[in-house]
């Protein structure tokens, strides 16, 4: 027999699967509590836990008073981001992805957005990442924020692509892997080049020239691999020294 866990989690994926499907419509009304239990012949708390399941990833939102009740929630790419975010962040970790790896996952999607945003970019897109190459440029700018901001000007050139479904899917490459990479190379990296980099991108961008973005990030994820090996090389030679002294 099967515990109330396993038992709440396949009442949760039966109901997922219905919205997937289309069988349960945005803004559908899903049947009481009482009418699911009845359902799926489990306990009120039961179904309660798979409701909860389902609100924990923004599947259905619950309403209160006399016309309230669990609906399906309409669910924008915006507001994926962060799971999507999270869940890449996480996979990075827990599977030991490699930094030539990361570095080269994240340059080749970004780069397949070169040309829709060498196309469609926005007065506002270019006036943000004129905006973050300034604040890069500030002299007492802190590691923290100068990665904050690296991924603020990323972040803008995938969205100048106008594809929202590009701008969801790249959220982890950006907002997860660029982290990543920036923690391991700040100590290494130059601001000024990088910083030289993006103002050549934006111009680029504004020209509206895509093979020239193209050029550039190519530039930059091959600055961006050196120093992953720049700062493997040191670690070597540290713990080597570490371990004769030993």
């Given amino acids: 027999m099967k515990n109330a866990p396993d038992l709440s989690a396949q009442i949760a994926k039966s109901i997922r699967d219905a ?15 009482a009418e ?45 981001y ?19 790896t ?11 957005c070169a040309p829709l945003s060498a196309q469609r970019r926005s007065a506002d897109h270019l006036a943000t990442m004129r905006a973050e190459i300034t604040r890069q440029s500030q002299p007492g700018l802190s590691d923290e924020s100068f990665c904050a901001s690296d991924v603020a000007f990323h972040r803008a050139l995938v969205d100048g692509a106008g594809n929202p479904v590009l701008s969801y899917q790249l959220a982890g490459a950006v907002e997860a892997i660029e982290p990543l ?33 193209d050029s550039l990030l190519a530039d930059l994820a091959a600055y961006t691999a050196q120093l992953g090996q720049t700062v493997a090389d040191a670690q070597k030679a540290t713990q080597k020294t570490a371990n004769k002294k030993n």
């Fill in 36 to 80: 699911l239990s009845e359902q799926f012949a489990v306990s009120r708390s039961t179904v309660r836990e798979a409701l909860k399941r389902l609100a924990a990833q923004s599947l259905i939102r619950t309403q209160r008073g006399a016309t309230g009740g669990a609906f399906v929630n309409r669910l924008r790419f915006e507001d994926a």
């Fill in 181 to 213: 990479m920036n923690m391991i190379t700040f100590t290494a990296r130059s601001r000024d080049h990088i910083v030289g980099l993006h103002t050549a991108i934006a111009d680029a961008l504004d020209a509206q020239d895509a093979p020239r973005v």
């Fill in 19 to 33: 919205i997937v499907s289309g069988d349960l419509p945005v803004d559908e009304r899903l049947p009481s509590e």
């Fill in 82 to 100: 962060g799971q999507q975010i999270t869940t890449s962040a996480l996979l990075l970790s827990m599977n030991a992805v490699d930094f030539v």
């Fill in 102 to 112: 990361a570095c080269e996952a994240r340059f080749a999607l970004e780069r397949a």
